[in-house]
């Protein structure tokens, strides 16, 4: 009994841990697709337009950033999707027609667009070099989510999964950054940096983190069996 009862309390709490993470993370990421609709009304008034107007008279730059901004919120959009369990529980077609969107999306639409605007990225070498990474690797990560799939590897396809959602949410992470350190008074450049490194290595960071649990909890529950 006593056992029972305490089995009902960790799954509580359990429970309680991943609404503790999950609804900020819907929160926030409906928040920036909302807040990216403006931009396709096509206006130069907005302050990262304005900063870049001269990079904005490249059509193949300006056609890159809308891309990449539309590719960028379809995948955030899909990924909740794709880590919903009751959607997976429900209805695999869901999850895999979502799947499909999302790579698609990311390799060949976001994480080309993004690699080429890195090279202009705002910053020093190193964030310009952080952000050739960041497309990179979401590339790398997403493909390997999909070969690894395509193998029947479920396990692994997970992982590299959690990865490149990682790298999709940096978009998330580094507003909610920023606003925090704007609220602090910091200044533009600096609050721009710091945010940018801390969300892409903090991210990289919970997701390795989240595997490495979630990789014991599957090790103990297979010793068990």
Not at 42 to 54: G, H
Not at 104 to 122: I, S
Not at 142 to 158: C, D, R, S, W
Request: with cysteine; hydrophobic share 55%; proline share 1%.
């Amino acid at each position: 009994m006593l056992n029972s009862r305490l089995l009902t309390f960790q799954r509580s709490v359990g429970v309680l841990f991943q609404m503790m993470f999950w609804l900020p993370v819907i929160f926030f990421s409906l928040l920036l697709i909302y807040n990216t609709l403006p931009y396709f009304s096509f206006s130069k008034e907005f302050i990262f337009i304005e900063e870049r107007l001269f990079l904005f008279q490249s059509s193949v730059y300006s056609a890159c950033f809308y891309v990449h901004i539309a590719a960028g919120s379809l995948c955030i959009a899909t990924a909740l999707i794709q880590f919903s369990r009751y959607i997976l529980k429900r209805s695999k077609a869901i999850h895999r027609i979502s799947g499909k969107i999302y790579v698609f999306v990311v390799l060949v639409l976001g994480a080309p667009t993004g690699l080429y605007m890195a090279f202009f990225a705002k910053g020093s070498f190193w964030e310009r070099s952080l952000f050739l990474f960041m497309a990179a690797w979401w590339f790398i990560t997403t493909l390997y989510g999909l070969t690894t799939i395509q193998k029947k590897n479920i396990v692994a396809h997970k992982i590299w999964m959690m990865r490149s959602y990682a790298m999709a949410m940096t978009a998330v992470t580094f507003r909610v950054y920023h606003i925090a350190f704007f609220l602090l008074g910091w200044g533009h450049l600096e609050n721009y940096e710091i945010s940018l490194w801390i969300s892409v290595v903090g991210n990289m960071l919970l997701a390795e983190y989240i595997i490495y649990r979630q990789s014991r909890h599957y090790l103990r529950s297979f010793a068990t069996q």
